[in-house]
């Protein structure tokens, strides 16, 4: 079946980065979008990036621009996502969550999305 | 940056009771690009409809969304005790994709 599997959770100090993988399984790789979706402590959902199925084009909210970067292992179907210049306001679970329809492009719900993965911003 | 609100914050209801959920956005839905996520604690969000009405693979037919333009929601037509969680509306069809607030059902 189609699964998505995250890293496990991080404790980062302030101003260090973290770097979260996850890995696809169940699906042909390259021809799905993947987004990343974080949720802080009693928050709702947040949308963060998007990579599209080569790796080749990624667009990220205007808010982690310049802090966030998208990456894809093809050779082992996995995504990456770095946060640098973590604060506090950092500490939060991630998703990364697939696009469910490659013929709509970028433009498609999310389905499945993977566990989540904490990372913790504290000094 | 297209804003979804949603009403209300909590829904107090019972088992086999109807739901509603609104969602409101700030200007219009592409294509309707419109989606609803159930979110449990300690679980991955899972996707209940997209495209406003289109229910998503294995999702049970008491689930329905409705809506166009600037006005969506979704209708669970009676509840079941595994029902009570948060729901998320979502709008994917512009960047930056956006979620609203959440709308959570207890019991």
């Known amino acids: 079946q189609v699964q998505l599997v995250q890293s496990g959770a991080e404790v980062k100090k302030p101003g260090a980065s973290v770097k979260v993988s996850c890995k696809a399984s169940?699906?042909?790789?390259?021809?799905?979008?993947m987004h990343w979706v974080r949720q802080a402590p009693g928050q709702g959902l947040e949308w963060m990036a998007i990579i599209n199925p080569s790796g080749s084009s990624t667009s990220y909210s205007s808010k982690f621009q310049g802090r966030v970067t998208v990456t894809t292992d093809t050779s082992t179907s996995t995504v990456y996502m770095d946060l640098d210049s973590l604060t506090s306001d950092d500490t939060a679970v991630y998703y990364c969550?697939?696009?469910?329809?490659?013929?709509?492009?970028?433009?498609?719900?999310?389905?499945?999305w993977g566990q989540g993965t904490l990372v913790t911003v504290s000094s | 940056d297209i804003v979804l609100t949603q009403s209300p914050g909590t829904l107090s209801l019972s088992p086999g009771e109807r739901a509603t959920l609104s969602c409101r956005a700030s200007q219009s839905v592409y294509t309707n690009y419109l989606a609803w996520y159930q979110h449990k604690p300690g679980q991955a969000p899972r996707l209940l409809i997209y495209a406003t009405s289109s229910r998503a693979t294995g999702i049970p037919d008491r689930f329905s969304g409705s809506g166009s333009g600037t006005d969506f929601t979704l209708t669970i037509s009676r509840l079941e005790p595994e029902d009570f969680a948060v729901y998320y509306c979502?709008?994917?069809?512009?960047?930056?994709?956006?979620f609203g607030q959440g709308t959570k059902v207890e019991i």
């Open positions: 169940g699906y042909t790789f390259s021809n799905y979008y």
């Open positions: 969550a697939r696009g469910i329809d490659p013929a709509r492009g970028s433009y498609t719900a999310f389905d499945p």
């Open positions: 979502q709008q994917y069809g512009a960047s930056p994709r956006t």
